[in-house]
């Protein structure tokens, strides 16, 4: 592979890269130093897109380098000097990259819990919260100007690249910030040394949760202050007047995100992925045995049983109990009608496997067509893509269950 060098700071690429160093730099290009291989890893582990990675030419790390080509991103040999001057740094990162900023995602989706960054000036304490919100699933934050910057290298590092996945909304003040938020449904909750409420004995409404959290010197701006729906204090001992804004932020989430939990459950039962496909499995459950009803006494889950049997000729008992979900007795109720009538028999000497007779093969072919039209119906108006995507996706899922079930 014919090596690619930069040997000049006039260099296009490298003009580009230095003046990623600043905030101004970065909206300009949408881009962001990524300094260090740690830094790219955490940006491949949250799907940022690598332009091109500029490496000491004196030693590498052949490793690291075979790494970035196997993952086709473009690898650019430059001195001690240019790197120097690319990081803004007195002493050397050997690996340094350019990675595409992702673009906010813009949706009136509305998650339980967002972040309102109000002023916040230190960037450590900025990828602190990031990073804590990260922790609690949340991955929204908001910030009530367009300045304020993700990607410091400050940042970056204490978010320990979280950052890279967080979908951040700015906004040119408080007052929008709240407009947006209330016409979303949620209800804004400040933080201040002077709020009657403690925090741990606040009640919060039945709705989503936004916590703004203040400047380190100055707290939560009047113009938001007055936007807010509850107002609450960290409980101290006298003699301390605040806390660390990366602190304070990390107990408000811990606490309140249980809170919003608590105050949600309804809602977050009735989104559960169990629930969810329990009941659409039930109700396709219902629909074929009314469809099945009009031909035979059987129902839908001894059809299945049947077309199970067509298809692995031979079963143990064992396995059309995972199959159908019924064990035991109700198993053999299950199977019952289908043995006297000689759809299914037992394998010749094994009462442990079962399969499907020639008289179960022409039950079969006579129920077919309502099977069919009955899938037909319940998949009315998915496209031919869509109902390929949905059994890939209820592939993957059974997949990814027998993994969970499988794992040590």
């Known amino acids: 592979m014919e090596l690619e060098q930069v040997t000049s700071i006039k260099d296009a690429r490298v003009v580009q890269a230095r003046e990623l160093s ?13 300094e260090g291989q740690q830094v790219i890893g955490w940006a491949f582990d949250n799907h940022i897109l690598v332009d091109r990675v500029f490496y000491n030419i004196k030693c590498p790390d052949q490793s690291f380098l075979d790494h970035l080509h196997e ?11 240019i790197l120097k001057k690319i990081s803004d740094t007195n002493y050397l990162i050997p690996f340094v990259g350019v990675g595409v900023i992702n673009s906010p995602i813009q949706s009136n989706e509305v998650g339980d819990f967002v972040l309102v960054l109000d002023g916040l000036k230190d960037h450590g ?3 602190t919260i990031i990073r804590t919100c990260s922790a609690f699933g949340i991955n929204e934050v908001l910030s009530t100007s367009y300045d304020l910057d993700l990607f410091y290298k400050k940042a970056i590092d204490a978010s320990r690249g979280t950052v890279f996945r967080v979908n951040h909304k700015k906004f040119s003040s408080g007052l929008e910030v709240a407009k947006n938020l209330k016409h979303r449904g949620y209800q804004i909750v400040a ?3 002077h709020a009657p409420e403690l925090q741990s004995l606040v009640k919060l409404q039945s709705k989503p949760v936004a916590l703004v959290i203040g400047n380190e010197t100055e707290g939560i701006s009047n113009e938001l202050m007055s936007e807010a729906d509850i107002t609450i204090r960290i409980p101290m001992n006298r003699g301390v007047e605040s806390l660390n804004a990366g602190v304070a932020a990390g107990i408000s989430i811990y606490e309140l995100k249980l809170k919003v939990v608590i105050s949600m459950l309804v809602n977050h039962i009735r989104k559960t992925l169990g629930r969810e496909i329990n009941v659409t499995g039930k109700c396709i459950q219902l629909a074929l045995d009314k469809e099945l009803s009009r031909l035979t006494s059987f129902n839908s889950t001894q059809i299945i049983l049947m077309m199970v049997l067509k298809c692995d000729e031979l079963m143990t008992v064992e396995q059309a109990w995972k199959d159908t979900a019924h064990f035991g007795n109700e198993f053999q109720e299950l199977i019952t009608p289908l043995l006297k009538q000689g759809y299914i028999c037992y394998s010749a000497n094994n009462h442990e496997t079962i399969q499907l007779t020639s008289l179960g093969e022409q039950l ?4 077919w067509p309502i099977v069919e039209e009955t899938e037909q119906g319940i998949l009315k108006g998915f496209s031919r893509e869509e109902q390929a995507q949905l059994f890939n996706f209820i592939n993957r899922l059974r997949t990814n269950c027998e993994n969970i079930m499988h794992s040590s």
């Open 71 to 81: 993952k086709d991103v473009k690898c650019i040999a430059a001195s001690e000097g």
């Open 22 to 34: 600043t905030s101004v730099g970065r909206r300009k290009h949408g881009r962001c130093l990524l």
């Open 125 to 127: 304490n900025i990828g």
């Open 364 to 367: 079969l072919g006579q129920l």
């Open 191 to 193: 933080t201040s040394p």
